[in-house]
């Protein structure tokens, strides 16, 4: 089977209610994915092209993931439409470190908000590196043009802060409702002379693959199927598994040859980054693996760690962290609790320069270096060596509280 065109993962972020659903709901309908006669009828019809549950539809807001595929002439998209509220985060943690790029949608009639703040920091951490704002429902503005420029100079600042360059950015003025500058050009902004939201899209990059890098597949599940046996499922992260090569998953340490390939009901030789692949593993039973383990190769075998520094960004704890504190850190596709072993230094989070050593505490919007251990066997790579397997989020309380990246490890021997 031959991949015609690159494939782009699109995170859609932002505050509550600016609209991020019915932007997706409007590209879908544009595309031709869904008919207008599917939508349900209303204000309300293009966001529930998305939000199908009936909670979400009563509730109004985004809870889950939803995952919808489009194609431009130029790109193959797959949107994860990301929940904007604050309960959901977690959610959206799942969807931006799946993510290649970032939509934020931030809407002219009410400006920059928490959830917009926090969604632009974690979408950074989590390694999304190209941007588009999409700045939303500019109808309820009378489509003004000074409150469109007010708007990006804000965002602009704020992307700022996180290392985004906002000359690389295209800004769109866009009414995600009425369909204004989504695939063509609206009359009722003259004063823009930018691309279409659309064609923001298509100027975005393909992912490089990490073909090169050593093999990392973390495995999301793992099935027992009849005349093939057991099959973990996965997303190759980075390097290249060809068939006939013998793998490892570490932390469980289970090892074998790779007898099959199978990716869309398909076989395969060959899997590569951004392949969504079930594979089989001679001599490796159900019990043998779980979620959280990662397959690499033997020679090179992903790295389980006694305990690794990292780069912490506290987003939103109601208390302080201290030494001894042991939250639920989500790294690929694993959930382990890890101790802050110690609370090393402190960093300004808008320069990254440190301000001082051996902090007593760390509290919301402090940046810091610290010490943790795992609870129990955790894989985890530094960050400057295989980005995709470096980063983390850390949820307690029902809330993402932290997130960050490792920069040094110690191996369990």
Request: hydrophobic share 40%; proline share 2%.
């Given at each position: 089977m031959v991949k015609d065109k690159e494939h782009i993962n699109l995170a859609f972020v932002g505050h509550v209610d600016h609209g991020k659903s019915t932007l997706v709901g409007h590209v879908l309908v544009n595309a031709g994915v869904?008919?207008?006669?599917?939508?349900?009828?209303?204000?309300?019809k293009f966001r529930f092209v998305v939000d199908t549950s009936k909670e979400e539809q009563m509730k109004g807001v985004t809870i889950d993931l939803a995952h919808q595929k489009f194609s431009t002439k130029k790109y193959d998209?797959?949107?994860?439409?990301?929940?904007?509220?604050?309960?959901?985060?977690?959610?959206?943690?799942?969807g931006a470190s799946q993510?290649?790029?970032?939509?934020?949608?931030?809407?002219?009639?009410?400006?920059i908000m928490p959830q917009t703040k926090e969604h632009v920091y974690l979408s950074k951490t989590l390694g999304i590196s190209q941007l588009v704002v999409a700045i939303n429902k500019i109808d309820l503005v009378d489509y003004s043009e000074d409150t469109f420029n007010q708007l990006k100079d804000e965002v602009s600042a704020l992307i700022k802060t996180v290392a985004f360059n906002p000359d690389e950015v295209a800004f769109v003025p866009v009414s995600a409702f009425e369909g204004d500058n989504i695939t063509e050009v609206s009359e009722n902004t003259p004063w823009y002379d930018g691309v279409t939201f659309v064609e923001a899209l298509d100027n975005l990059s393909a992912p490089e693959k990490p073909t090169d890098l050593p093999l990392r597949i973390p495995i999301q599940d793992v099935y027992s199927i009849n005349g093939v046996g057991t099959v973990p499922v996965g997303r190759v992260e980075t390097g290249v598994m060809k068939k006939g090569e013998n793998v490892v998953f570490e932390p469980s340490g289970a090892s074998g040859e790779v007898r099959s390939i199978e990716m869309h009901h398909e076989q395969y030789e060959v899997a590569e980054p951004g392949d969504n692949i079930g594979f089989n593993v001679r001599g490796v039973g159900k019990n043998d693996i779980r979620r959280g383990d990662v397959a690499g190769h033997t020679d090179s075998a992903p790295t389980v760690v006694k305990e690794f520094k990292a780069h912490v960004a506290v987003l939103n704890h109601p208390g302080v962290i201290t030494a001894g504190y042991t939250p639920v850190f989500h790294c690929h596709t694993s959930q382990v609790a890890c101790t802050f072993a110690e609370l090393v230094a402190k960093y300004d989070p808008a320069t990254g320069q440190p301000t001082g050593e051996k902090p007593d505490f760390l509290k919301t919007g402090d940046s810091a270096l610290v010490k943790i251990r795992p609870t129990k066997p955790m894989c985890v790579e530094n960050v400057s060596e295989i980005p995709q397997m470096g980063r983390f989020a850390i949820r307690d309380m029902g809330q993402t509280v932290a997130a960050g990246v490792c920069v040094e490890i110690t191996e369990k021997r």
């Open positions: 869904i008919s207008e006669k599917q939508l349900v009828g209303g204000e309300d998209y797959t949107i994860v439409d990301c929940p904007g509220h604050r309960d959901f985060v977690k959610n959206m943690i799942t993510a290649d790029a970032g939509v934020l949608v931030v809407a002219a009639d009410d400006g």
